[in-house]
């Protein structure tokens, strides 16, 4: 009882926060209220619909809020963030060698994705959050893969917005 109470105190507490610093946020209309979040598998794979060494599906499309889970259907493959290719102000995260690894996505725009021992030969995966535009998409374009990242990661850059 005391615990509920307190906790609806905080609530109201950062209801308030919110409506100081962003004006427009409460006036948003009912049909714009976020959808529950949602959890997006990505399995890590040793073969998949585009070869070898792939995550599948290679590009995933999220809302704020949501998680990517990278699962390790295949054995020795990690997913981490590729420093060089995610939204201002978010910072890199690394899942570790045959572990799940949840992007919970807050930030709008594009990351990329990599498996760290599998780099070289283009296993890379690109999450878009958000409909765009994205703000870090030419950015993202701009880095520089290796080869046969650069390859998969081009297509996948080619569907996000
Ligand atoms: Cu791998």
Do not use: W
């Not at 809302?63 to 295949?74: A, E, I, L, Q, Y």
């Not at 981490?80 to 995610?86: D, G, H, P, V, Y």
């Not at 939204?87 to 690894?101: C, L, Q």
């Amino acid at each position: 009882m005391t615990a509920a109470v307190v906790g609806m105190a905080m609530l109201g507490a950062g209801a308030l926060a919110v409506s100081a610093t962003a004006p427009g946020f409460a006036k948003a209309p009912p049909k714009a209220a976020k959808t529950a979040p949602k959890t997006i598998i990505v399995e890590m794979k040793d073969m998949g619909p585009e070869g070898a060494m792939v995550f599948v599906p290679g590009f995933v499309k999220a809302n704020p809020g949501d998680t990517v889970r990278f699962v390790p259907t295949s054995p020795a493959h990690n997913a981490e963030t590729i420093a060089t290719m995610l939204p201002a102000g978010v910072a890199p995260t690394k899942g570790g060698m045959n572990k799940a690894f949840d992007l919970v996505v807050t930030t709008p725009g594009v990351y990329g994705i990599k498996c760290l021992p599998h780099y070289s030969m283009g296993m890379v995966a690109l999450v878009q959050v958000g409909n765009g535009p994205s703000a870090n998409l030419a950015a993202a374009k701009a880095v520089k893969l290796p080869p046969f990242a650069n390859k998969r990661m081009s297509a996948y850059l080619a569907k996000a917005q």
